[in-house]
């Protein structure tokens, strides 16, 4: 059974690490994660592509929303009305426009607490997938703080969460940073999982916002390049659109054209393949004349069954 390691930002690559779990062992799945994306609101940690991931794959993510539990009430969240009204001006207590369930918290309260006990986030991570009876390893991109914010032409310079939930993503942006990634240190297990992987996986998640934070550390990034002939990516652009999120908006404004072929230029010095939809077949001249392989096959994940099978698929295009 070949090992294989992910690159992982949320909804996409939990959708990906659910076909996997289909066609290998558990136990030879590595996911590392972004936590760029990480927040904290109400005193508690909140990691939201962990946990996409770990409910996704535990069967219990909300598959409408593709974030937080399904059946998740909200009771919390609404009892936090009463307070508002009191709330000095420029006090975060209260905060409503995160969508926190009254089930998702107590996720939110391990995690918060276990690190205050001293625990890594590695560590209170393998703590929560161990109790959603998970097999396969989940690994933060780091132990330490890195947050993403991004500059946007109308709001100027935002947290991460205030421009994907708050502004709905509908903001243009003009830049990202990773706050804290130059000097974030990266765990071990990280570079030995890409160091060691038969395959190396970039997810089809948003490469900017979701992959770019991992990058931006450089002794991932310097053990990502030594794995490039290993490294298939999956286009998370079909027919010039992001399947959710707002992938395509933000490429083009970072003047990247939001395309296949676009992507094969961003994924070009990191993976030696790269996994296309059918719809863009007609562009596998222009990815190849990045250096990279082409892979044409059904990628948007519909169905358990067609995870499954861009899982398949992606496993034999490295093999
Ligand atoms: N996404 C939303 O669009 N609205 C929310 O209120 C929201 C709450 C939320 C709570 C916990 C969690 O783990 C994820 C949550 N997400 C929400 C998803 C999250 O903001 C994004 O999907 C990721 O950060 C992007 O990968």
Request: with cysteine; net charge negative; hydrophobic share 45%.
């Amino acid at each position: 059974m070949p090992s294989i390691t992910v690159l992982c930002g949320g909804v996409g690559a939990a959708r990906f690490l659910a076909g996997l779990m289909q066609v290998v062992d558990h136990s030879s799945i590595t996911a590392i994660v972004n936590t760029g994306d990480d927040t904290e609101l109400h005193g508690l940690s909140i990691s939201p592509d962990l946990d996409t991931i770990t409910y996704t794959l535990a069967n219990a993510i909300d598959p409408e929303r593709g974030w937080g539990l399904a059946g998740e009430t909200w009771h919390s969240l609404e009892a936090l009305e009463r307070y508002e009204a009191v709330r000095p001006e420029g006090s975060a207590a209260a905060t409503r426009w995160f969508g926190l369930g009254d089930r998702d918290l107590a996720t939110h309260m391990y995690r918060t607490q276990r690190l205050r006990e001293g625990a890594s986030l590695s560590q209170a991570t393998a703590e929560i997938t161990r109790a959603w009876g998970l097999g396969l390893k989940l690994l933060p991109m780091t132990d330490d703080r890195v947050r993403t914010e991004v500059t946007t032409a109308s709001h100027g310079r935002l947290a991460f969460q205030e421009y994907f939930v708050r502004h709905r993503h509908a903001l243009t942006v003009t830049q990202v940073d990773f706050v804290g990634a130059d000097t974030a240190r990266v765990p071990k297990a990280v570079t030995d999982a890409l160091d060691t992987a038969d395959i190396v996986v970039i997810a089809p998640s948003n490469p900017l916002v979701s992959i770019g934070p991992l990058l931006a550390l450089q002794r991932l990034a310097g053990a990502l390049a030594r794995a490039r002939s290993r490294t298939v990516a999956i286009s998370p652009i079909v027919g010039g659109q992001a399947i959710k999120g707002p992938a395509a908006t933000m490429l083009a404004d970072a003047g990247i054209e939001p395309s296949a072929a676009g992507i094969a230029a961003v994924y070009a010095p990191w993976a030696s393949t790269l996994v296309v939809d059918t719809v863009d077949g007609g562009l596998t001249t222009a990815i190849e004349s990045y250096g990279i392989r082409c892979v044409v096959t059904d990628t948007v994940m519909g169905s358990p069954a067609r995870a499954a099978a861009l899982a398949a698929s992606v496993c034999a295009a490295i093999r």
